[in-house]
């Protein structure tokens, strides 16, 4: 079976500042990987995605993370958040069916 | 394209009462996908369909909740008899089977639910 774990529940950092939010799987199978972000009262969006190739995935608003393999892990990382950053992230892992399992959130506040 | 549209956006009710929640996908989308979140449990997936059709409904909690799809472009998730217990926000996502984002899951912005 698939689990993701997301360790960190919150995370504040100040306005400018790098952020890493941690993303750690477990699966038998080959895996997809994404990052979607929650604003709050709004729907999930998502941020990017790894399906295959580049270890390396860009996205949306300066967001990037890497798939380690070896780690079993997908952290995502922004080297200078700004306030409008503060938002829910969710990791969610998908073994190519059409289910997602999704990490339980990082909340992530950007302070001035 | 409005993307997923979800109605209402707010709801509150007495337990006991019928709930219907509505969900219209994105056009040309093949898979509709109902989840809940909470507090306690995060984003849980209840059921999801692909052409219409119910292909898997194992996270549906119990007979009180009920989720049809008459038509490619509506579906419905209802709770009969409603409890306290059933309060959440619940997303409607969709997704297309080919294409550049066949992989990706767009969310509709939640109803919001609460049982008295």
């Known amino acids: 079976a698939q689990s993701v774990t997301q360790l960190d529940s919150q995370v504040p950092v100040f306005e400018e500042a790098p952020v890493e939010l941690r993303c750690n799987y477990s699966s038998s199978v080959s895996v997809y990987l994404f990052w979607y972000v929650q604003y709050p009262n709004q729907g999930l969006q998502l941020l990017l995605k790894?399906?295959?190739?580049?270890?390396l995935v860009k996205g949306i608003n300066g967001f990037e993370a890497e798939f380690n393999k070896s780690q079993t892990s997908f952290h995502l990382r922004k080297p200078s958040v700004h306030i409008s950053d503060t938002a829910e992230y969710f990791c969610?892992?998908?073994?190519?069916?059409?289910?997602?399992?999704f990490g339980t959130g990082t909340r992530l506040k950007v302070l001035a | 394209d409005a993307g997923v549209i979800q109605s209402p956006r707010h709801e509150v009710t007495e337990m006991g009462q019928e709930v219907t929640l509505r969900c219209k996908p994105i056009?040309?989308?093949?898979?509709l996908f109902w989840y809940r979140q909470t507090m306690m449990r995060g984003l849980e997936l209840l059921i999801y369909?692909?052409?219409?059709?119910?292909?898997?409904d194992s996270g549906m909690p119990e007979d009180r909740f009920s989720a049809k799809m008459p038509n490619a472009s509506f579906s419905t998730l209802k709770i009969q008899p409603s409890e306290p217990r059933d309060s959440a926000v619940y997303f409607c996502a969709s997704r297309p089977t080919g294409g550049e984002s066949y992989n990706e899951q767009f969310f509709g912005p939640g109803t919001r639910l609460t049982v008295l």
């Open positions: 056009s040309g989308h093949d898979y």
């Open positions: 790894y399906l295959s190739g580049s270890t």
């Open positions: 969610a892992v998908s073994d190519g069916t059409y289910k997602y399992i």
């Open positions: 369909f692909n052409n219409n059709v119910p292909i898997d």
